[in-house]
């Protein structure tokens, strides 16, 4: 099992950027693919990016693509999403999530362990 804490949040102007980072408890962090997910003000859960065991492979979503970066860094326990060319529409509260297997995944019910989020507000 693993426990997930995001930080890194904030307020932040138009073109702005943010790295929030996923910190995991546990020793066998290293054995999970890690996801982004963020959720916008009435509207659902979406995913954002994903990254596998030891980093090989990362997929993002097309809103994102090009402005967005996963990375991990197995040693510290920790995921990271760096955000720039902030937009407007990228303000929501940001999920981060642990799934124990090797390759990437995209969609939430994959996921059984969550972050509690942290909020990211971008202004126009």
């Known amino acids: 099992q693993v426990q997930l804490k995001e930080s890194g949040g904030g307020l932040v102007q138009t073109g702005g950027s943010l790295r929030l980072s996923c910190a995991a408890s546990g020793r066998t962090f290293s054995n999970y693919a890690m996801g982004w997910f963020r959720q916008a003000p009435g509207k659902e859960r979406e995913f954002v990016a994903t990254i596998s065991r030891k980093g090989a492979i990362t997929d993002y979503a097309d809103s994102v693509k090009g402005r967005f970066t996963i990375s991990r860094e197995d040693a510290k326990n920790t995921v990271y999403l760096q955000m720039n060319s902030l937009k407007p529409e990228d303000t929501a509260v940001y999920y981060c999530?642990?799934?124990?297997?090797?390759?990437?995944?995209?969609?939430?019910?994959?996921?059984?362990?969550w972050g509690q989020g942290t909020q990211v507000t971008v202004s126009s």
């Open positions: 999530a642990a799934v124990l297997r090797g390759g990437t995944a995209v969609y939430e019910y994959e996921y059984p362990y």
